[in-house]
């Protein structure tokens, strides 16, 4: 076999279980021992149940044996970022505020994986509360690059994007709440797709931005996160944000040309602080574009600049009332030292969440305290508005759009000291949860120091499958995805 | 930057039931500050007439059937919480 077993696309991998050459054991086997062999350095996971993990193998064997196979997920190990619920197993949104918790029941996403035939593989490390842009903010440990050990792998679905580089998995779960599966996806080399607001449920998540947040494939092709995504996505009874529209087989979709697409690039996206080699890399996937006949159009996104103030107005106004409910009572840490019921909130959030988390929570009730509503929030949500606008305006005229996901390939750890300079990271994300549209990164080149670079598309509300089937064009005459870090 | 002059932040941090130490106020306050500095440019945009955007795709009235069905076992609710006692979660005295 020229690729290793740990190297291989989902595809690939069902292709084998199916023609009886491998078994859903063998295969979490083979996971397990990679995991085993790089953890130590990459450390993307926060906790594994090897036994727990081999048991439902031997299930997914059994099934198949008794040609009851549920498709192409059957007997894929699957990652999950640790603010998934997963009946049964530790649920800990990389903070000490909830060190000791265990899911009390699987999220719906869970759900649609276990009814597909997958393996609830383990539990991967994020920045606390999904707060942070390099998996630093993490209570337990930092996630590093598998590319360069000695930089960031974004974030904050971190652990979710460097797993599957490193081959800790064969495809993850990641949230993106402003570019948190898109960015990490990018500064890892890998495939990663934020959906439409709506489009897969929010159930059994842990909520950080609700009017934000979206589960989404971590894959390492197109056509893997094409997959995947068709498992998560679906209207769901238990989140009244889920929208009941027709699904397509996103799998079947990516086969048909639909181009020559028209596609826009948004020029705010290339000005200052854009990296050279980035922008050089993005202007050859835009070159390519071009040379396959796709209409290739300049389109502007006036309120660009003023997206991450935005965001960090809106996210962090829900974040602090999120984040109410740990409150040392009922579940998640409560301080041991505190001499009544109101100390105990007081002390058990000192003392549970992160510098990071408390920061924000104080933002967000700052900009929702009487007398900066107005200001702030409002104010912020009308120019949600125009930026929203903004993007429709470009959808007059385009299909899609194409730009850098991040502005910088992988950072040094510890570089970006200054929370606002981590901000400002996300640039380039933000705008896409606010619209509620759906984005996706895919990797486009290399730096001249050996890192990734990840191209993004921007789609239309509910138009994943076109979405899709450009990148899978663009992924299909490059081999950027074939190759791997040394670990 | 400067540190806005209105952000009272034993106020707010009292508002968000978070004890913060004296240093965390310092670093805290400064930190915002630069945050709420950048955020200050939203003030240049005209947004006259604009409705705010709560949702990117609002759905409104969204009706369950009222149907029964069976929740978390006591057990499982109470899996987590930090202290608890006949099927309760335990807490200080709240009245005197």
Not at chain 1, 122 to 147: C, H, I, K, V, Y
Not at chain 1, 188 to 203: E, I, N, Q, W
Not at chain 2, 21 to 45: M, N, S, Y
Request: aromatic letters at 8%; one cysteine or more; glycine letters at 8%.
């Amino acid at each position: 076999m020229s690729v290793e077993l740990h190297y291989q696309t989902l595809v690939e991998l069902a292709t084998l279980l199916d023609t009886g050459r491998l078994s859903s054991v063998e295969l979490t086997a083979a996971i397990i021992a990679r995991t085993k062999a790089v953890d130590a350095r990459v450390r993307a996971f926060n906790s594994f149940d090897e036994a727990d993990a081999l048991a439902q193998a031997a299930a997914s064997d059994a099934r198949r044996a008794a040609g009851q196979g549920r498709g192409p997920l059957e007997g894929i190990p699957v990652g999950f970022k640790d603010v998934i619920s997963v009946a049964g197993q530790p649920l800990t949104a990389s903070s000490k505020m909830l060190a000791n918790f265990v899911s009390p029941y699987d999220a719906t996403v869970t759900t649609r994986l276990k009814n597909a035939g997958a393996v609830c593989w383990g539990r991967l490390n994020l920045d606390e509360f999904a707060m942070g842009s390099s998996t630093e903010n993490s209570a337990f440990q930092p996630t590093r690059n598998p590319w360069d050990l000695t930089r960031v792998p974004g974030g904050s679905s971190g652990g979710s994007a460097a797993a599957l580089a490193a081959g800790e998995a064969v495809v993850t779960l990641g949230s993106d709440t402003g570019g948190s599966i898109r960015q990490p996806a990018a500064l890892c080399g890998v495939v990663g797709l934020k959906p439409t607001y709506g489009l897969v449920s929010r159930y059994g998540l842990i909520a950080f931005a609700s009017s934000l947040d979206q589960i989404g494939p971590f894959a390492r092709t197109v056509e893997d996160a094409a997959i995947l995504l068709g498992a998560l996505a679906g209207h769901d009874e238990r989140d009244s944000t889920s929208v009941k529209v027709e699904l397509p087989d996103y799998r079947a979709g990516l086969g048909r040309r639909q181009a020559p697409w028209r596609l826009g690039i948004p020029k705010e996206y290339f000005g200052a602080g854009l990296d050279p080699e980035v922008a050089a890399a993005v202007e050859k996937a835009i070159a390519y574009y071009r040379g396959m006949g796709c209409e290739i159009k300049e389109v502007s996104l006036p309120h660009t600049e003023y997206g991450v103030g935005v965001y960090y107005i809106i996210a962090t106004a829900e974040c602090s009332s999120n984040l109410a409910r740990y409150d040392g009572i009922r579940y998640g840490h409560r301080a041991q030292d505190a001499h009544d019921a109101v100390d105990i909130y007081f002390k058990s959030r000192a003392e549970g969440f992160g510098a990071e988390v408390k920061r924000r929570i104080i933002l967000g009730t700052y900009v929702l305290s009487s007398g900066y509503y107005d200001a702030y929030y409002l104010r912020a949500q009308k120019v949600r508005t125009l930026i929203r606008q903004d993007f429709l305006n470009a959808y007059q005229e385009v299909d899609a759009l194409l730009t850098p996901t991040s502005p910088t390939p992988a950072f040094k750890a510890g570089e970006k000291a200054d929370p606002l300079a981590m901000y400002l990271c996300d640039v380039y994300t933000i705008g896409v949860n606010l619209a509620g549209l759906p984005a996706l990164s895919v990797p486009c080149g290399f730096s001249s120091g050996g890192l990734p670079i990840g191209l993004q598309l921007i789609g239309q509300p509910f138009r994943e499958a076109q979405l899709l089937a450009i990148a899978h064009a663009y992924e299909q005459a490059h081999d950027w995805h074939q190759k791997h870090p040394s670990l | 930057m400067p540190v806005p002059a209105d952000l009272n932040i034993d106020h707010v941090a009292h508002l968000a039931r978070l004890a913060l130490t004296p240093e965390e106020k310092t670093r805290f306050v400064r930190q915002i500050g630069d945050v709420i500095a950048h955020i200050e440019q939203l003030k240049q945009v005209d947004v006259t007439g604009i409705e705010p955007t709560a949702h990117a795709f609002p759905v409104a009235n969204v009706w369950a059937e009222d149907i029964a069905q069976p929740g978390l076992p006591v057990e499982l609710a109470l899996r987590n919480a930090p202290a608890q006692r006949d099927h309760m979660i335990v807490v200080p005295k709240v009245v005197e």
